[in-house]
């Protein structure tokens, strides 16, 4: 056996690689939601941490490793690529395949998932603005992905939207620039792969009479081809009307996406410009920068914004100082309110975007600002204690979850 692997968890080399992964014990899975796929996959947790483990040819399992790698350096919203462990051999001395480990995002699921269960239109539109804007991102970087499904997609919630991760790169590449054609048979082969499993799952009895699968689609490709040409095409301005630029600029980021430079050349009548569009992540890495929070783009946003608010009210000039305090006397306190019976419900960052939320609205009944305190309490007992858990289950067998799919991702 090899393992190959930026960092090696020690606990990976306790784990039964002489056995094919479909005959595992349950005594070493986590039963989590997923989709079909091709491959056998299953769910381990060491010391904390779940990871997913794909049985696959070794030239398959590099190629996706060294991708996801790739991926992770441009900062594209996929799984982490932890290792591979190659050269197995089964107790006969016969080889088996070679197992892709990536790390488990957690707080995720599939979108088939969600799709198997009654969808609210609001909650489906957003599913599928989270999607066409993760295909958007990826045809900017050069990335063709050739296996777009339900099943190969994750979200997890991001202030109150969605935000959606690529969570197979097997049949993906990587190029400098995609053409036209590349773009267009990626989009075809996103209509068909999503168009089949909403069939299967219509088929299943699972999904929704009122989701129309042919409809569905549709909607996604229009979304899609909507924002392609939003952050792509070229535009004139008049020479007297450069708050044009502007307001492209800011229509660009309300649908979540940062513009690092503006390319402009000077025409007859005026200005031809083409905004160099780039992944949302400004605010996110200011956050880290300031707080040392990770957090999704829309969480860093309110997040932010409470904290100007906050230093804004405290008269404080230093911007770090500011930071540090808000981070102590403001978030770090809503969190700890929290009881321990409740912190699966959903993760810190989401929480505390879902108090101010709350407090908002609390305030604008009583025509006053209420106050943290009593929106943090008003909060967990009306609002978070009534909400599923969304924190993946862990640390549970298999065979105790009847009814949870044990095929691979």
């Not at 993760?134 to 045809?139: D, G, I």
């Not at 800011?250 to 940062?258: S, W």
Request: glycine content about 4%; charged content about 30%; hydrophobic content about 45%.
């Amino acid at each position: 056996m090899r393992i190959t692997s930026a960092v090696v968890d020690p606990a990976l080399l306790d784990l039964p690689w002489d056995i094919p992964l479909e005959e595992w014990p349950a005594e070493h899975l986590v039963a989590l939601p997923q989709g079909i796929s091709r491959h056998i996959v299953r769910f381990v947790k060491l010391n904390d941490v779940v990871y997913a483990l794909k049985e696959t040819r070794e030239r398959i399992a590099e190629k996706e490793y060294d991708l996801l790698r790739a991926l992770e350096r441009i900062d594209f919203p996929a799984v982490e690529a932890v290792g591979m462990v190659n050269d197995r051999l089964d107790k006969a001395g016969e080889p088996l395949e070679t197992v892709l480990i990536t790390r488990h995002l957690q707080f995720s699921l599939p979108y088939r998932a969600l799709f198997s269960h009654v969808l609210r239109p609001e909650t489906l539109n957003r599913l599928l603005d989270a999607l066409a804007a993760l295909v958007v991102r990826m045809h900017l970087t050069g990335f063709s992905w050739g296996d777009c499904s339900l099943s190969n997609t994750l979200f997890r919630r991001d202030a109150g939207a969605f935000a959606a991760y690529l969570v197979d790169a097997e049949t993906g590449n990587l190029y400098p620039r995609l053409s036209e054609g590349q773009r267009s048979e990626d989009v075809e082969i996103l209509r068909l792969n999503i168009f089949g499993e909403l069939l299967d799952l219509e088929a299943a009895e699972l999904l929704h009479e009122s989701i129309d699968p042919e409809a569905v689609v549709d909607d996604i490709v229009a979304r899609y081809e909507r924002l392609w040409h939003e952050v792509t095409y070229e535009q004139e301005v008049p020479r007297d009307a450069r708050h044009d630029i502007e307001r492209r600029i800011r229509r660009l980021n309300e649908l979540g996406f940062d513009v690092a430079e503006v390319d402009m050349s000077t025409v007859d009548k005026g200005y031809r410009i083409r905004p160099k569009v780039v992944d949302a992540g400004y605010h996110t890495r200011r956050l880290l920068r300031l707080t040392g929070l990770d957090a999704e783009e829309n969480q860093a946003r309110q997040l932010l914004n409470d904290l100007d608010t906050y230093r804004a009210e405290s008269l404080l000039t230093d911007e770090q100082q500011a930071a540090h305090r808000w981070l102590t006397e403001v978030f770090e306190p809503v969190v700890r309110a929290v009881p321990a019976s409740l912190r699966r419900k959903l993760e810190p960052q989401e929480i505390f975007t879902q108090v101010i939320q709350h407090k908002w609205l609390l305030s604008e009944r009583a025509k006053r600002d209420v106050g943290m305190a009593t929106a943090v309490q008003s909060y967990l007992t009306d609002v978070l204690a009534k909400k599923p858990d969304e924190q993946a289950v862990l640390g549970v067998e298999v065979d105790s979850l009847p009814g949870v799919v044990e095929a691979g991702l």
